[in-house]
């Protein structure tokens, strides 16, 4: 039988725009729509409690793709700013949140738009990279970009696809490529619990260490790290009850 995940050796960033630009227009109806359960009920007020509220601070959303999250946070902060690489995704969330006065939008990879991000808006920044990470090949570069733009005090909240629970989740552990220890890029159909797609996306399994450290040689020092897990209630809305975390999320401060 053939397999349904493959190992990518590599993929540019263009590559990994496209995917998600064919991806935006059900993605936003999955979210719009109520069928991504995780999204509604677990992730999006779990980053709602790492990043607060600080009217005083701007809110740079990396990889904030068609801004369902966005909105959501939108009263929370003075400013958001958005940067996207993907242009459909992007069009969409200019659409959605043309309601706000408060949100910028730039259209590019996080790690090539250090100069549009100078300090032209006031106050602190707090820096949200919501399931984007596991999309960036360039994680050491991201990290370096982020060092340079971020100030002493400054946060920076990020979730990922559990590393550990993932690839058992998705099923593609047994693969004879996948080896936890190794950073390997895997395309795979886009699906969520009550929806697959025919769309496939390429994402980074690295293990937790990797994550870990690499913030941390860059100056940034991990506060906290959470394993989201629903409650009772919330996990009668799957299909299938969660047996572990499928998420991680970690909040650092910049030293």
Not at 59 to 86: H, M, Q, W
Not at 196 to 205: A, L, N, V
Not at 209 to 236: A, H, N, R, W
Request: aromatic content about 12%; charged content about 25%; hydrophobic content about 40%.
């Amino acid at each position: 039988m053939t397999s349904k995940f493959s190992h990518v050796e590599s993929i540019s960033s263009q590559e990994l725009a496209k995917e998600w630009d064919c991806l935006a227009s059900e993605r936003h109806h999955q979210i719009y729509n109520g069928l991504d359960i995780t999204f509604t009920h677990v992730m999006a007020p779990l980053v709602e409690s790492l990043v607060g509220e600080n009217l005083d601070a701007t809110l740079v959303d990396i990889g904030s793709g068609t801004g369902e999250l966005t909105g959501r946070l939108a009263i929370r902060f003075k400013n958001i700013v958005c940067v996207e690489p993907s242009v459909q995704s992007l069009n969409i969330a200019r659409s959605i949140l043309s309601i706000f006065s408060n949100i910028y939008f730039i259209n590019s990879d996080f790690e090539d738009c250090e100069d549009q991000l100078s300090r032209e808006l006031d106050g602190k920044y707090i820096f949200l990279a919501s399931m984007m990470l596991s999309a960036d090949p360039q994680i050491d570069k991201f990290a370096q970009t982020l060092a340079r733009i971020a100030r002493k005090g400054d946060e920076f909240v990020a979730t990922i696809p559990h590393p550990c629970f993932w690839p058992r989740y998705w099923g593609y552990e047994k693969e004879s490529w996948f080896s936890y220890k190794k950073e390997l890029m895997i395309k795979a159909p886009f699906k969520i619990s009550l929806s697959d797609s025919e769309f496939k996306t390429t994402h980074i399994h690295r293990p937790i260490e990797k994550y870990i450290s690499t913030f941390s040689k860059c100056g940034f020092q991990l506060i906290s790290m959470t394993e989201p897990v629903p409650d009772k209630k919330i996990q009668s809305f799957y299909p299938h009850k969660w047996e572990f975390p499928r998420f991680l999320a970690f909040k650092w401060v910049k030293s």
